[in-house]
């Protein structure tokens, strides 16, 4: 190893809720020079705007403050700096809720970044007439939150200041490491290759435990569950980076899981769309360079585009679900009688009240794989868990619903054994809408030590360029035969995971060698993918090569019923898709497997 200088991050969140223990692990295990907290995925930016809409002074995720309080010392003693969007929409409530929590035992300097809010700006964005990238629709009146997906700059000025502490709000999850790594290293803001390196790190430790060995595919090789090592990037100046963990934790760093983790939630790899930097992952090299340390390089950028995503929520109506056990003989017919039992009846009610039917229904059978669609293992079953969920413009309507689930347990079909959870409570439906602006309409300010800072965009927006999707050569002649051929499934051969955006899903899926490529790859057509996810995904269905780590990209559109907060799906995510794939019947040659 080069004896240039190395930056050390880690990670201790994926998400709001995330594990107490990866702080204190990293800090004490770790030996990093930083530590960043991810918050905000497009779900906690529903909840905290419900959660504002209750009370004014929330809509921070109050996690960071309660982990964060017991290591102040200890990060202070050791130089540890940390970066996090644990602002999400209060981010000044953040800091002071740190500061109070802190009650003077530390003497710490806090930069908060602004001027991702854009709720005051609403008039004038609405005079944009902008419209939905997904649904296509107009912004809707019942605004709850405006947030733009801000850069690393506005970071990178935090850290100039001296800050231990750099708090943001709605930033894209990438630029909490490649801020450090452009304060550290001195990249410009037009070396591209480099800031697309510093992204990649980031993407991959955004998810904390999911570049460690969480979600693997091959999950029974993962030791340690119970004390998961957090990653960890240590980063060089040429943007290289390796990929590790604390010493002594459970957990996995390998090619694979490192590979599933590039191309979580990613749309196009050879133009993955940033704020700082376009990404090209198409020539990506993942290599292991010893015992939980694998190396990434090979990542190529393209200047940035000249506008930020939008990320809006709004109310629209309310929502309520709930889960009952039902055992016995005929579990499965009873749970689906009785789901349909109690939507009918309760709409009987709500047109006798005089109010409209539910905006949306749906009755899942958990336990009878129900997710599966017409591929599910049909077997008798005796014990089934019924969710039935429902959607109303009216909070009346779903307490409607509320109250008329307990007949069910003496008035319909034997075996009703418990309502989990209790009965549902309405809660707020907060919905998605993102679009673009230009990033001249954002304003954005460093607050440090009663200080004002604004900060500058650099000047190197460029047009986002898509390379052509095309074969090298058709699917057929790659996969030349060799002799008798078996089918198999999808995970004797490949690695896969699935992410979700809004109400897009992506599954990628990574070969375990190269010589099985050529035949996943006929195997999984567009069309052939489509058609196995038909009972979940309304299409198009578009398929990326990644041929650097020999791996399939396929990104589905509407196909999570709305996604996120707005999606009545048991699956709002996509969390299932990349193992649902793993079943995919692929031919190849005995020869080429046996090897």
Known sequence: MSSERRVRIGCASAFWGDT??????????????????????????????GAKMKDPSKGFATDFVTILSPLLEEIKGKGIRVLSNAGGLNPLGLKEALEKEAGGRVDLKIAVVVGDDLMEALDDVRALNPVDAEKGIPLPDRVVSLNAYIGAPALVRALETGADIVITGRCVDSALVLAPLVHEFGWKWDDFDRLAAGSIAGHILECGAQATGGNFTDWHLVPGYEDMGFPIAECAPDGSFTVTKPPGTGGLVSPGTVAEQLLYEVDDPAAYILPDVVCDLTEVSIEQLGENRVRVSGVRGAPPPPAYKVSATYADGFRGEVAVVLAGLEAEEKARRVGRAVLEK??????????????ATRVDLLGTESIYG???????????????????????????FSREIAQAATGMAPGMTKILGGLPRPSHSICHFSFLLPKEMVSLRVLVEGEEIPVSLPSVSGEVRRRERASVRPDGEEAAE???????PLVRLAWARSGDKGDRANVAVISRRPEYYPFIKRALSEEAVFSYFSHLVGGPVRRYEVPGIYALNFVMENALGGGGMASLRVDPQGKSYGQLILDFPVSVPRSVLEE
């Not at 770790?30 to 705007?49: C, Q, R």
């Not at 049909?378 to 429902?390: D, F, G, K, N, W």
């Not at 060799?482 to 198999?488: K, L, N, P, S, Y």
């Open 374 to 400: 017409p591929r599910r293992k049909s077997s008798p079953t005796r014990e089934v868990v019924l969710r039935i969920a429902v959607k109303h413009g009216r909070r009346e309507a779903v307490e409607i």
């Open 20 to 49: 107490r223990t990866a702080a204190p692990q990293l800090v004490r295990k770790g030996d990093i020079d930083y530590l960043v907290f991810d918050y905000l995925a497009e779900v906690t930016m529903s909840i905290l705007a």
């Open 346 to 359: 309760v709409e009987r009610i709500l047109k006798e009240g005089g109010l409209p039917p539910f905006t």
């Open 482 to 488: 060799q002799g008798e051929t078996v089918t198999v």
